[in-house]
């Protein structure tokens, strides 16, 4: 059993930046692969990015590459996402996940390949 738990969101204006935590209990953490995703309002939940076990292969959805940036520290049992140059559409709940998944180079992307889900975190982008 994993738990997880993200902090780290809020309120910015459009350009900035912001990094999103997640914890994880368990010592079996740095198995995990870990992905983050995010749902906006009236939309359905989608793949912003997923990190390997190891944090060699870190794949990213096409909206955020360039932008956002996916890191874990396995012995601090934490996955981070660091978002550079936000904009509105960046406004969503963002959840952090782990799952077993491979298939890299792309990575783990639909939610059914995830098993453990954060309660998420609000980030807004104002223009």
């Known amino acids: 059993q994993v738990q997880l738990v993200e902090s780290g969101g809020g309120l910015v204006q459009a350009g900035a930046s912001l990094r999103l935590s997640c914890a994880a209990s368990?010592?079996?953490?740095?198995?995990?692969?870990m992905g983050w995703f995010r749902q906006a309002p009236g939309k359905e939940r989608e793949f912003v990015a997923a990190i390997s076990p190891s944090g060699r292969s870190t794949p990213y959805a096409d909206s955020v590459k360039g932008r956002f940036t996916i890191s874990r520290d396995n012995a601090k049992n934490t996955v981070y996402l660091r978002m550079n140059s936000l904009k509105p559409e960046d406004t969503a709940v963002y959840y952090c996940?782990?799952?077993?998944?491979?298939?890299?180079?792309?990575?783990?992307?639909?939610?059914?390949?995830?098993?453990?889900w954060g309660q998420g975190t609000q980030v807004t982008v104002s223009s």
């Open positions: 368990g010592r079996t953490f740095s198995s995990y692969t």
């Open positions: 996940a782990a799952g077993r998944g491979a298939s890299w180079p792309l990575g783990p992307r639909t939610e059914n390949e995830y098993d453990y």
